[in-house]
């Protein structure tokens, strides 16, 4: 499996602020999500990178939100815009084969806003 | 929108004691992952299952793709303390590579 970072691995934020977290991956990959998991609970899919293109967004989640990179095969960058206590949770990027469904994380980057 | 339904929430076992947790599911998937959670880690995929009715094992855990298409277990045989954390049962109803999450499953195992 790929070896997957994200910097930052935690941050204490502002209310207002914004926040960008990136994941680098140490091969090409096809296929990169990410991930909101809130405190106590699961993993909620908020949308696919797609590389040279606009990600695509789940339900719930908008662009102006939570803005996304994808410039290559290997990196990606997810804002956190305009955060609120709301906001505060881990946020984990996978990389995923289209072929089997299967996906390797990150170790995930933990958000506070104050 | 799709969900899957994981049980047990938690369980505290003894170590030495097998464990035993499900997921299901109203849609039918094509593929049934198990993930472990550490405290401050991301998920490890433990194993993954492709077929109905699939058994699969990786050392003292098994998996198995339920005949329905809409459920699938994982068991864990002579539990020690570092089984310890949270295990989530993962799904896809298609090759898009997207996946939906169960709940969760936190396990503690007392020495």
């Known amino acids: 499996s790929a070896v997957i970072s994200q910097k930052p691995s935690r941050d204490i934020c502002q209310r207002g602020t914004s926040l960008t977290i990136q994941c680098q991956v140490d091969s090409q990959v096809t296929m990169m999500f990410w991930y909101r998991q809130q405190p106590g609970q699961s993993l909620t899919l908020i949308a696919t990178?797609?590389?040279?293109?606009?990600?695509?967004?789940e339900s719930g989640f908008v662009i102006d939100k939570f803005p996304i990179s994808r410039p290559n095969l290997t990196f990606s960058t997810l804002t956190v815009s305009n955060m609120s206590p709301e906001d505060s949770s881990i946020y984990l990027c996978?990389?995923?084969?289209?072929?089997?469904?299967?996906?390797?994380f990150g170790p995930g980057t933990r958000l506070t806003v104050l | 929108g799709q969900q899957l339904n994981q049980s047990p929430q938690s369980m505290f076992i003894q170590e030495g004691e097998d464990v035993s947790m499900n997921c299901t599911s109203s849609s039918i998937f094509n593929t049934w992952l198990w993930y472990k959670q550490d405290p401050g880690e991301g998920p490890v995929l433990l194993i993954a299952?492709?077929?109905?009715?699939e058994l699969t094992s990786n050392g003292r855990l098994t998996a198995q793709f339920g005949i329905t298409r809409k459920d699938s277990f994982l068991n864990i045989s002579a539990s020690i303390p570092s089984d310890v954390g949270i295990y989530f049962c993962?799904?896809?109803?298609?090759?898009?590579?997207?996946?939906?999450f169960g709940q969760g499953t936190t396990l503690q195992v007392k020495p």
């Open positions: 299952l492709y077929k109905a009715g």
């Open positions: 996978s990389v995923g084969r289209q072929l089997n469904n299967e996906q390797f």
């Open positions: 993962a799904g896809s109803t298609s090759n898009t590579g997207k996946l939906i």
């Open positions: 990178a797609n590389q040279g293109s606009e990600a695509t967004y």
